[in-house]
């Protein structure tokens, strides 16, 4: 018999209708606890396909639910570290925990109580969930659930190596939390970005392995329509020795690779804490900026952690505090985007300290429009700013006197030149950013800044007058499209060096470049 491809689709669909309908029949019919229960809340990459034990693989998945009753216990399937919290108590651990495990040995006052439990340890992420376990007659409800998810995309540094509870300790954790949103964690020891490096004897990259369902090894395809993540959070390289031009080309490709699964998601691009290849990572966060992706964002982490304190358990691998530190510093470059309020943000105190003023939009404030934004007069002392953004700040009303341009964040005032800590009494906001370069007075674009400067050429005299002393620039961020030629004498005379693109650090050119700058040409 000959069936048509017009019967054989309908069969198709009939056929996946009567499985989908089928399983929330099942959800329906589950026992409250059962993997299956629709009151159980899912976060990050699961597993469905086996009714009785619900898996996932990355570090970072959660479930949570409500329960009544006065205890509980939980079913896994693989013997690994498991984490729970009830109600607002602290996470305890369970090690090397298999079987039926008793989350209340101490059971609780009778009522309604919230349940979140997670898995990991150094290595091993495996969840193999096969249900919840609580008292004769307890039901089960939703829990609070945020619409918001945020992606956080790493090695061992986002999987919170090092630490005894692994993910749930992770900087990317703890801001999500403190954010009020849901998260995940793709995350993987000793992975690199480029396929072929790494610390692991599988060097599958995670410009590969991120669109997987699981690592180090499988090659199922994860379906990202099982969620749509709001924000994507990068922060990978350090374990990367390719090139850099290779490090470039490849996080250039893999952003727009991101970008093809979300295509309305906010994309962050952190610099590696210890800074190891960022300036590839950064041009290939510019490289999409220019290339018209507006939503991606470069996060210039310098002195977030301080190598040799207690920052760090390792060279590498940030201890709990260090984590905290980090999430903390995070958290308010990415609320904006979360609850869409973006604008600059300025604030009381240096480090993004005391009291925030309104996000304020695009435009030209007086001192008076300042002061109706919650920005008194000669008040701010630090500020967030939108990745592309500009701001120029004026020591006086109606944007007259002593000027500042800034073209990022900046947590203190007071590192600009002049000091403009408590000085700001107007200013202007344009998003674009300026075209030209701006020069600072330590590496990694630290210390004071000079203005920016757009094309033109500038003599020591000029140089100077836009806030660029002789013999004083260590680094350079150059917009995308422009050059900088640097001279060492005045007038555009003796050694001279060429940039296309941002450099944190002339001590690294050839012939060192540090403090030798005496004159410029931008084009």
């Not at 570290?81 to 609780?108: M, R």
């Not at 986002?158 to 998260?183: F, K, R």
């Not at 939503?295 to 207690?310: E, N, P, Q």
Request: charged residues 10%; hydrophobic residues 35%; aromatic residues 12%.
């Amino acid at each position: 018999m000959k069936v048509s491809s017009f019967g054989v689709s309908h069969l198709v669909a009939a056929f996946a209708a009567f499985l989908a309908t089928t399983a929330a029949f099942n959800n329906a019919l589950a026992a409250p606890g059962d993997p299956g229960d629709p009151n159980i809340k899912y976060v990050g990459r699961w597993d469905f396909s086996n009714p009785t034990q619900y898996s996932s693989f990355w570090g970072g998945s959660y479930l949570k639910v409500k329960f009544t009753g006065t205890t509980a216990k939980i079913k896994v399937g693989n013997t690994t570290n498991y984490h729970a919290k009830i109600d607002s108590g602290p996470w305890k651990t369970y090690v090397n925990a298999s079987g039926t495990i008793n989350l209340t040995p101490t059971p609780l006052a009778s009522g309604t109580h919230s349940l979140i439990v997670a898995e990991g340890r150094d290595y091993v992420y495996d969840f193999r969930f096969q249900g919840l376990v609580f008292d004769s007659g307890a039901t089960t409800s939703a829990p609070t659930v945020s619409p918001n998810i945020i992606e956080f995309i790493g090695d061992s540094i986002t999987a919170g190596y090092t630490n005894d509870q692994a993910d749930i300790c992770s900087y990317a954790w703890v801001c999500s939390e403190n954010l009020g949103a849901e998260h995940t964690q793709i995350a993987f020891p000793g992975i690199a970005l480029v396929t072929g490096y790494g610390l692991n004897s599988d060097k599958t990259g995670m410009d590969a392995q991120y669109f997987r369902a699981q690592p180090p090894t499988s090659s199922t395809a994860w379906d990202f329509t099982k969620y749509t993540a709001k924000l994507v959070v990068l922060n990978i390289g350090q374990n990367d020795t390719a090139t850099d031009s290779l490090v470039q080309s490849t996080m250039t490709t893999f952003l727009a690779n991101i970008r093809a699964k979300y295509a309305n998601a906010d994309i962050f691009v952190m610099r590696p804490f210890t800074g190891n290849k960022a300036a590839p990572i950064q041009a290939a966060a510019n490289a999409r900026i220019g290339a018209g992706d507006s939503k991606v964002h470069y996060i210039d982490t310098t002195g977030w952690l301080t190598a040799g304190s207690s920052d760090y358990n390792d060279a590498v691998h940030p201890s709990i505090s260090g984590h905290i530190k980090a999430a903390n510093l995070l958290q308010p470059i990415l609320a904006p985007y979360l609850n869409g309020t973006v604008g600059v943000t300025f604030y009381q105190d240096t480090g993004y300290g005391g009291t925030a003023g309104q996000p304020l939009t695009p435009g030209t404030y007086t001192t008076a429009q300042l002061a109706a934004k919650g920005v008194p007069s000669d008040w701010a002392s630090s500020a967030q700013i939108p990745s592309g953004w500009t701001v120029t700040m004026y020591a006086n009303d109606n944007q007259t006197g002593t000027s500042w341009t800034l073209t990022g964040s900046t947590s203190s005032f007071i590192d600009l030149s002049p000091n403009a800590n408590d000085q700001m009494s107007s200013c202007t906001i344009q998003t674009g950013g300026p075209v030209g370069v701006t020069f600072y007075q330590d590496f990694d674009y630290g210390g004071a800044s000079s203005q920016v400067l757009p094309v033109g050429n500038y003599t020591t005299a000029q140089l100077a007058a836009k806030g660029v002393p002789n013999d004083w620039a260590s680094s350079v961020r150059v917009s995308s499209g422009r050059t900088v030629i640097m001279y060492a004498g005045d007038n555009f005379t003796g050694t001279s060096w060429t940039r296309t693109a941002d450099t944190p650090s002339f001590g690294t050119l050839s012939p060192n470049a540090n403090d030798q700058l005496s004159s410029c040409k931008v084009q």
